[in-house]
């Protein structure tokens, strides 16, 4: 096992990532695209669909999703939850300073945002970390929604699975 393996293991602990769950209420989504064919802006938009407040991070926009949108994370108005990363793993330490002094609670980098040194740093600041996960993909397979959209889950029954609402 390699030293970013465990790295990534560590960051990607189930207990953390229901953890965040628990708390999560307002996401802000650094480096949401307006453009409907990215990643980002159908996570955002499975986020929305399931009861969480999202709050677009992307200097180019003014709106995305029918919210406003902001040019960094020291502009927010609001206190966010988690700040969910789709950017370059280099501009990550720079978001991870930002989330500590807004006093968010969790960082999620998406898949392929490895940034050990920052995500290091968040977690000695206090904050919860999932690294090179998907927000949306998680929140499906632990809350049996992984079909909605193409995906799975592979379980058979006439039930419907209970929907997972922001607890108030």
Known sequence: M???TTMLDRFADPATIHKI????????VVGLSANRLRPSFFVASYLKYRGFKIVPVNPRETEILGERCYSSL???????????VFRDPAAVPAIV???????????????????????????????DVVMDHCIKIEHGRYYGEMHWFGLNTGIVTSRRPARLQPRK
């Open 97 to 127: 300073d930002d989330a500590i002094q807004i006093g968010a609670r969790a960082v999620w980098l998406q898949f392929g945002v490895i940034a050990p040194a920052a995500a290091e740093r968040a977690a000695e600041a206090g904050l």
């Open 74 to 84: 020291t502009d927010l108005p609001m206190q966010v939850d988690v700040v969910d």
């Open 21 to 28: 769950y628990r708390y999560a209420r307002t996401i802000a």
């Open 2 to 4: 390699t030293a970013e």
